[in-house]
């Protein structure tokens, strides 16, 4: 123990003790393109009454690309694509603000199966350098919103974050 004195009135006693500190450093087997940091998924001009024959709109195709991938550190990743979840529609993301209710975007696989927001993708095989992961967003409008054919025009804008995990 140690005691510390300043002037003549006030003494303190300090205590030493060690901190252990642990941990592992980890590498991940790729890292994330400069082009895939922010994505922008442009689908034009959609006439409203279109929702009221087909409720969704045609898919467009996006990338994450992934770079230095290096198979003997890790050879999967998973992607969560994460935001606000619409309440008709679970699993897809609903417009940022409550701008354009009714409406939902949607992310899949380009086969057409719906990667769900907020939940993990089934495991994207990595490849040595360069690993492409392809999928396609879409608008939807809610069932309700076509039933009662309340669905209001305007610009259409939603946000979602992805995370890549690797085993």
């Known amino acids: 123990m140690t005691v510390l004195c ?6 303190a006693a300090a205590h030493g003790a060690d901190v252990e500190v642990k941990g592992q450093l980890v590498f991940e087997p790729c890292t994330l393109s400069q ?3 922010n994505i922008s998924l442009p689908f034009g001009t959609i006439v409203k009454n ?4 087909a409720d969704r709109t045609p898919p467009e195709p996006f ?7 290096d198979t003997t550190i890790g050879s999967d990743a998973y992607v969560t694509f994460r935001g606000a979840e619409s309440i008709a529609l679970p699993g897809l993301l609903v417009p940022d603000n409550g701008t354009l209710p009714g409406l939902a975007i949607g992310i899949e696989t380009p086969e057409g199966k719906l990667l769900a927001l907020n939940k993990t993708s089934p495991a994207y095989t ?3 350098g360069t690993t492409t992961l392809n999928f396609q967003g879409y608008v939807q ?5 076509i039933r009662d054919k309340t ?12 995370e890549i995990t690797y085993p």
């Open 50 to 53: 279109y929702f009221y024959t």
């Open 141 to 145: 409008a809610e069932p309700d919103a």
């Open 126 to 128: 990595l490849s040595d």
């Open 35 to 37: 082009a895939s940091e």
């Open 151 to 162: 669905l209001v025009t305007g610009d259409l804008s939603a946000t979602a974050t992805f």
């Open 6 to 11: 300043s002037g003549l009135l006030m003494c």
């Open 63 to 69: 990338t994450i690309e992934l770079e230095g991938c």
